[in-house]
């Protein structure tokens, strides 16, 4: 019964017609056609792949280049890199000017800044003397007076624009360690102007402000001072890192009394 089926299934009109179609289509794919042989020029209606009258393939092939068109090729392939080598050649020189010419400015715009900043800092940082009220060894009353002394100098920065203020007030205390700790004679100081606070509850946690330098004669009851301008933390560019001015320590000869403060630049 299932034969019947299969039969009746596979014998129905629309299979037929499909399997004609089918073979209509395998029929005209491999009938012959009409070609023209590219060697002998003839026509023929054929499915084979070589001409019946001269025996040349139908399908073209790509002709091979013989060794006289391969040597031109090579040839001009080498007049090509022979000529970007001689324009290269011929450019570098301009090129290597122009590199060197933009490295010079850039050299003269370094020395330029240099020469500016570390006059500015010569000058942020020179000597200022004063003296005292009082004479003799009364240390308490000359550091209060050197205090005074380098407000009134933060202040009229201030009021010149080469600081911020506004300023508070000036605290100093001697030196710990070098030549400068504090003898009968004469002592160190590291000071600060006070421009603002950080309260720390109801007690001074610290102070903002900017460094001094100074140097008390117990003795004549005199005193010297300068600011500095210690080097700062943090990345900068290569010409303002040179020309950062790192202050050091005034050296014994300078005390007249007095600190000079070097400026070096690295």
Not at 98 to 122: D, P
Not at 123 to 146: C, I, K
Not at 232 to 238: H, N, S, T
């Amino acid at each position: 019964m299932a034969d019947r089926q299969q039969e009746g299934w596979d014998a129905s009109p629309e299979w037929a017609a499909a399997r004609e179609r089918t073979r209509a289509e395998v029929q005209a794919a491999f009938a012959p056609k009409p070609q023209t042989c590219p060697s002998c020029g003839r026509q023929e209606a054929t499915s084979a792949r070589n001409c019946p009258h001269c025996g040349a393939s139908y399908v073209v092939t790509q002709p091979k280049l013989s060794k006289r068109a391969k040597l031109w090729i090579a040839t001009g392939f080498a007049v090509v890199l022979i000529a970007a080598g001689a324009g290269y050649l011929l450019a570098s020189p301009s090129i290597n000017h122009l590199r060197k010419s933009a490295a010079e400015k850039q050299a003269e715009r370094n020395a330029a800044f240099l020469k500016r900043e570390t006059a500015r800092l010569k000058a942020d940082q020179r000597l200022h003397r004063g003296r005292g009220t009082t004479s003799g060894e009364q240390r308490p009353a000359l550091e209060t007076d050197l205090q005074t002394a380098i407000t009134a100098d933060a202040r009229a920065r201030v009021a010149a624009r080469t600081l911020r203020g506004p300023i508070q007030s000036t605290q100093c205390k001697p030196v710990t360690r070098g030549p400068y700790v504090p003898t009968r004679l004469r002592g160190g100081y590291e000071c600060i102007a006070v421009s603002s606070q950080i309260s720390k509850g109801v007690e001074v946690g610290g102070l903002i402000g900017y460094p001094f330098w100074a140097i008390v004669d117990y003795r004549d009851g005199t005193f010297a001072w300068c600011k500095i301008n210690p080097r700062g933390g943090g990345r900068r560019d290569p010409a303002t890192r040179e020309a950062r001015a790192r202050p050091v320590p005034p050296s014994r000869a300078a005390f007249g009394p007095g600190c000079r403060p070097r400026v070096v630049v690295r």
